[in-house]
């Protein structure tokens, strides 16, 4: 029973952080929302005894993606005020939109299949079960050809994010301390020899 | 686990090569990147010869299946390594010229290659969406890349939000299928669905068969989906779009093949209606306001439309040899669409895009031989016969007639005469019309060598579609 | 034999494009008399042999020739395959088909002599006589289909020939259009065949054809239409772009921007008999159904009347011989329409030549005039261009069906016909094709007495340098008068009332006129001498003698005429006013639609309908498209959000009731 509310507790703070994350104004509000939203979610894998998945979640994406969008939100110093814009005039629009496709999905849920017939009751594992070793076995095994995929899939990550930034040539704006230390005076002074000028009479 | 292996060779390998090339690329000090290009070319040529070699005659599984090697992913293979090997081509020849040769063009190029690769031969709903993934990622980057270039940044913008938001939705449809049916391989979705449902978990597979229709629709561009086609086809440079309109097209049947029929063939009544309505509106958006478009690129995008609107129709009919049929007009389709593409590239020069309908104009006084090869790319994308863009109509115009869809066969002649319209006014301009300027085209033998075979292919293969449609149907079989 | 026909055949097809492709790929190469020569004698071999095959199949009693020659693509049980059947209505298209072009191929050495455009034009013709030859040598729907497309593909290069001359890419893009909304009608009725019999093989078609004669489909449910009725009006529709029948006559008239040899072959001769031919081969199918046959009847009329009026307004010596055309189309097209298959061939045949033979002149004329074509400049030509004055005497005479002539022959058959046809409309048919004998003969002869006769209107200049054209143009010009003369004295006999075309032509017994004329007939003399007592011939001679009074004797005349019915005359040189509908509705609609669709669907719907819902959001739509990572992209965003909703609630909502 008090599963049941603990449940509901994080579930609505899932729902309220959310929600706050793309209304609230100031953009580290709502990072910090999000933060929050990350939170709740994991403390309801935590309740289905995804442990190993609750805890990633707060180290990679609380702890360091988080982390950095935090840091490019306060360094880039991001004003939102022109983005939002357009938004009091989809507004109207996108609720009735909104409410249109809760209204879709809601009555397929609620109405037919969500409704007990076809739901096995859950039953706890054994408490000797270790959670990431059994990922790690799952992974290894029978999803690995998908997990290697994944692999690539982070590699053209790396690849895209890099070109993207890289800046060579002119518009690198970078020091070569080696270049700066190896340098001669012949390098930077050059003696010119001319004749005095004399003065025009 | 050993012959397990075997079957993914091509794919392993092509991981390799790209992985050794990224490394290569660093190494390659010309200002072409000839070493990172050359490499890459030969990398696909080798990852051809191995899908000869190791690619069994039957249908086998492996890895848990999640991975099907079959007639038809082999041939899919072998078409989207021909065809990115042409188009890589066509892209360095025009990063040549606008001295904007970037090693990770291919390597990227490459990747994409591996994900329509792992779609092609995908068994599981899970690496389906890995391969869409590995394909998309490396398109986004691939348009990206072009930094200095404000259209292509937007471009690129938009193409990864719209997609982001596609691949949503698809994948929220495989989390409903998954959630009904407990297994992620088609095979066991696809007798899960044949042993029989209630209305209820009916209901449910309905429910994410329409996300899952509405994350190819996407792919493919199809009404009311299509938004990104045009902007992404004009704001990208050429290179890249010519990349987008050719292979991802194929990779976006295979995937259509893989859910639509190897996964619910059973719900073939539902998806059936969804797919009457998104080429209908295909056929009717894409021709009537390509009409209206000056800019060819963007043209082309709304041709594409069209094009796809013709395509569902094989799919639509639900039958192996709609299916083929569908695959011969992707392929036609990505053949016609890499020489319109390609002549692009002909006409532009350093700094200009040569992507205005007025470009072409007095072509045939400038280069008779190439506004021929042009006549004989827009002839057949309008399927006038005897050229092979007619028989792609023809196959899937007989299908859906075959189903007894008569009124749709119809209407799609209709659209089809209007759709001669735009492409008819390119050869207009290309004959009848004075050129702006007489200077003459400035293009390496190795371009016009390929284009010339580009478009001879499309009027020899216009004599011989039974070769091409026997292929596609053993795919199918 | 026959495998000796069969290459014999194929030499008739591949000669003309044998010349055309070198002519065409390597034009530099061989020069300008290279070029010619190397295509008229591809063509000369092409005409020779026709003629041998004639021969052999009239009098040797050669078998008629039916085979595939190569399979294209097998699918599903229909195999597309190229091949020839070669009967005697086939033949006869052959002959006159290769002659008149080879005739033709000669003259244009001396009408486009100083044409920089020389060798493609030789290319071209070259390549129309192939296109045309493959059309009537098919044996199957899609070659046929292919020869129709070639002909028209050819024919729209040839009018853009002169491409600097903005009206003729004009006229050329009309005859593009136009004739594909015939070929779409000629598309649909080639599937409708196909879906009913499941091959495209004429004689398979043919011979189950019967057995449909009673079926019905549905096209719109709820309603039954006749099946052959509905394949043989979609193919008409087809005959009727190409043949330039009312209302998609439009293209014809303005196509005389191309060359005169062009208008001479393609759209005189030739390419606009091919859907008289083409209905004549479907004669099994037509005959299946009244309604077809009626909707012919009709359409062949009214083409034939009223063009033939609008020629008498003309002033352009080109366009009266087009709108002669049209009218002497529309008379084929009368004859097909009450089964007179026999007579509208006849026609046809003796029409290609006379109808060369008055182009061929009209371009000698021109030449000699410096490129006039107005015919209020020219005048009293009779005493500089002897033989040009002659070879058209001839050449309107039969036209107007002056008895002995060709013309008479052919024309008289089908008025005859025409009367004693069954169908409904044949009586309104009747009348029209015998005044339209009449104003025949009015603006025949008044284009005759214009350019040759009266006073001299030409400029000095022009006048200084008048003279008989050079050999190359006289000598195909006197070539072609010939049979102009004698080829009905000849053919009547067998073609109409003969066996000739029994093989070929099918046509069921209540609808024989032919056969009802031939009880009739005891040889071509009785025939001529009947004439005399029939009202055609005196319509004719009416005609001629009101031409020589207006515009001989009183040439002040006309123009009181013209101003006392002034609407008349306004409606007539309007067309009707058919050109400006088409202009209105076809062409610019087309694009129109486009446009406004664009702006439409993409901006006014998405962006002001559903998003903003007041007219201001155009205005907001081009302010946003500056910054457009948030317009666009919401825009985007939810059309594909609503296309969502749409499907959900079509595919999953219809389910829960």
Sequence with gaps: MITQYIFYFFAALLIIAAGMVVTVRNPVHAALFLVLAFFSTSAVWLMLEAEFLAIVLILVYVGAVMVLFLFVVMMLDINLVPMREGFARFLPVGIIIALLMAIAMGSVFTAIYFNGAHLDVVTPTATDVNNSRELGKLLFTEYLYPFEIAGAILLVAIVAAISLTLRTGRSKKTQDPSAQVSVKRADRVRMVKMKSEKKSG | MLPQIQLVIPELVLLCLASIALVLDTYSTSKNKVLTFRFVQISLLIVIALIFVVSPDTQEYAFNNHFISDPMSVVLKLVICIISLVVFFYSYEYLKEHENVKGEYFVLGLFAVLGMMIMSSAASLLTIYLGLELLSLSLYSMIAMHKDSLTASEAAMKYFVLGALASGMLLYGISMLYGVTGVLDLQGISSFANAGVDADMNIMLVFGLVFIVVGIAFKLGAVPFHMWVPDIYEGSPTAVTLFISTAPKIAAFAMTIRLLSDGLQDLLSDWQGMLIILSLLSMAVGNIIAISQTNIKRMLAYSTIAHVGFFLLGIISGTASGYAGSMFYIIVYAIMSMGSFGMIIFLGKKGYEADQLDDFKGLAKRSPWYAFIMLILMFSMAGIPPLIGFWAKWFVIKEVVAMGYVWLAAVAVVFSVIGAFYYLRIIKLMYFDEPDEMLAIKASRELRLVLSVNGMVILILGFIPGALMALCLSALS | MSSDMESIYLAIVLAPLAGSLIAGLFGKLIGRSGAHWVTIIGVGISSVLSMYAFKDLMFDGGEIFNRSIYTWLTTGGISFEIGFMVDQLTVTMMVVVSFVSWMIHIYTIGYMHDDPGYQRFFSYISLFTFAMLMLVMSNNFLQLFFGWEAVGLVSYLLIGFWFKRESAIFANLKAFLVNRIGDFGFLLGIAAVLMTFNTLDYNQVFAMAPDYANSTISIISGTDWSLMSVICICLFIGAMGKSAQVPLHVWLPDSMEGPTPISALIHAATMVTAGIFMVARMSPLFELSETALTFVLVIGSITAFFMGLLGLVQNDIKRVVAYSTLSQLGYMTVALGVSAYSAAIFHLVTHAFFKALLFLAAGSVIMAMHHEQDMRKMGGLYRYMPITWVTSLIGSLALIGFPGTAGFYSKDAIIEAVHHSSLPFANWAYIAVLSGVFITALYSFRLFFLVFHGKERMDRNTWEHLKESPAVVTVP???????????????????????????????????????????????VWSFTLHAFQAAPVYLALTGVAVAWL??????????????????????????????????????????????LLWQIGDVKIIDGVIVDGTASAIRWFSGKIRNIQTGHLYDYAFTMIIGLLLLLAVFVHHILG
């Design chain 3, 550 to 595: 207006l515009y001989i004797k009183f040439p002040e005349i006309p123009a009181k005429i013209a101003n006392r019915f002034k609407w008349i005359h306004q409606i007539l040189i309007n067309k009707y006013g058919l050109d400006d509908f088409n202009q209105l509705v076809f062409a610019g609609g087309a694009r129109k639609t486009g446009s």
């Design chain 3, 477 to 523: 010009l006197s070539v072609l008068a010939i049979p102009s003369v004698i080829l009905g004295v000849f053919l009547i006999g067998p073609m109409l009332f003969g066996d000739y075309f029994t093989a070929a032509i099918h046509v069921q017994a209540n609808h024989d006129v032919l056969g009802v004329l031939g009880e009739d007939y005891h040889g």
